[in-house]
């Protein structure tokens, strides 16, 4: 079965007045098809966030998320993604269209609400009683 990558331009707000850009491969595999896995790459010591497919369709309509991920529509069809982790939090930037665009693409490839159609119960279950 296909998987759905994207790269997407992010920036990254270091305070008021600064940023940084940096572009973000997103992945989705209908063998995990409720996540959506971020990959920030030598940009950022090769940060991995691996996130609610859900999450991020809320988050394209209006404010999303609890604990350590949140999102919110901004001005100018961007996306504001706040990523909370043991370091502190990371603050993105995100144009709304590309990541619009690859959820588009995810949902092409396992509708919303189809997911469990393509987990493998049986892989599951032999990994989750060998753990």
């Not at 995990?32 to 920030?40: D, H, K, S």
């Not at 901004?74 to 990541?99: E, I, K, M, N, S």
């Amino acid at each position: 079965m296909d998987n759905v990558s994207a790269r997407v331009v992010m920036r990254l707000i270091t305070d008021g007045t600064h940023s940084r850009e940096f572009a973000v491969e997103c992945h989705y595999s209908p063998d995990n098809p409720y996540a959506v896995r971020l990959e920030f790459g030598a940009a950022a010591h090769d940060a991995v966030w691996v996130l609610s497919r859900e999450l991020l369709l809320r988050g394209l309509r209006g404010p999303a998320g609890e604990g350590d991920v949140h999102i919110e529509p901004g001005a100018d069809d961007t996306l504001f993604v706040a990523l909370r982790g043991q370091d502190g939090t990371a603050l993105l930037d995100v144009p709304y269209g590309p990541l619009a665009r690859f959820l588009t693409a995810t949902e092409e490839l396992v509708p919303a609400g189809r997911e469990p159609a393509h987990l493998d119960w049986d892989r599951w279950l032999t990994e989750l009683l060998s753990a």
